[in-house]
Nanobody
């Protein structure tokens, strides 16, 4: 019904920046959108989210002040600007769509998930 494709990952030195994109296709609507990540040997964790209108955002504490989530509904795309990257940010990053706003933005009840994009931060 909805397909999500992440892009923009790669290898970056500590202190560098990347911008991830999540392009939605199919039966797209104005969904709440979130970014999650999973590091090697660790559980998936919430990173950031944005409401359908873009009026509300939420971030996990470890990325506040460094990452910024945004969206362009005309392009069906959500972005994650990642600045001051550190090795602990290394993970596969996934975007997700929440069809119904029944739970908080940071609650991991999302209905559609992308395949992920690798972000590697070297020392």
């Amino acid at each position: 019904q909805v397909q999500l494709v992440e892009s923009g990952g790669g290898l970056v030195q500590a202190g560098g920046s990347l911008r991830l994109s999540c392009a939605a296709s199919g039966r797209t609507r104005v969904y709440d959108m979130g970014w999650f990540r999973q590091a090697p040997g660790k559980e998936r964790e919430f990173v950031a989210a944005i409401s359908g209108s873009g009026s509300r955002t939420d971030y996990t504490d470890s990325v506040k002040g460094r990452f910024a989530i945004s969206r362009d509904n005309a392009k069906n795309t959500v972005y994650l600007q990642m600045n001051s990257l550190q090795p602990e940010d290394t993970a596969v990053y996934y975007c997700a769509a929440k069809v119904l706003s029944l739970t908080a933005l940071n609650f991991p009840r999302y209905d559609y998930w992308g395949q992920g994009t690798q972000v590697t931060v070297s020392s």
